[in-house]
């Protein structure tokens, strides 16, 4: 079992960045996020493997989002910029077997909100 706790979200300008902090309870071979937008069905943002030498992106977040992760602390960071009003949602960290459909733990989720 992997407990996740997330961090970082809040409300931003469009145009503007943000950073996501997941702490992982232990080590993870994967670690992602994912996000669910009001009305919409939760999607894979990124991911992540333990080694940092393979990382996987949504076509939406290409180029803007960027996920890496710090061993040492069993944390997992997404840095995002030029965001946009659709990425306002609430983002979930993810561990374990993380793939685009779905992982095997979860955090409970932190709010990003971005103001156009």
């Known amino acids: 079992q992997v407990q996740l706790v997330e961090s970082g979200g809040g409300l931003v300008q469009a145009g503007g960045s943000l950073r996501l902090s997941c702490a992982a309870s232990?080590?993870?071979?994967?670690l992602g996020w994912f996000r669910r937008a009001p009305g919409k069905e939760r999607e894979f943002v990124a991911a992540?493997?333990?080694?940092?030498?393979?990382?996987r992106y949504a076509d939406s977040v290409k180029g803007r989002f960027t996920i890496s992760r710090d061993n040492a602390k069993n944390t997992v960071y997404l840095q995002m910029n030029s965001l946009k009003p659709e990425d306002t949602a609430v983002y979930y960290c993810?561990?374990?077997?993380?793939?685009?459909?779905?992982?095997?733990?979860w955090g409970q989720g932190t709010q990003v909100t971005v103001s156009s």
């Open positions: 992540i493997r333990w080694s940092g030498d393979n990382t």
């Open positions: 993810a561990a374990g077997v993380v793939g685009t459909s779905g992982a095997s733990y």
């Open positions: 232990g080590r993870s071979f994967s």
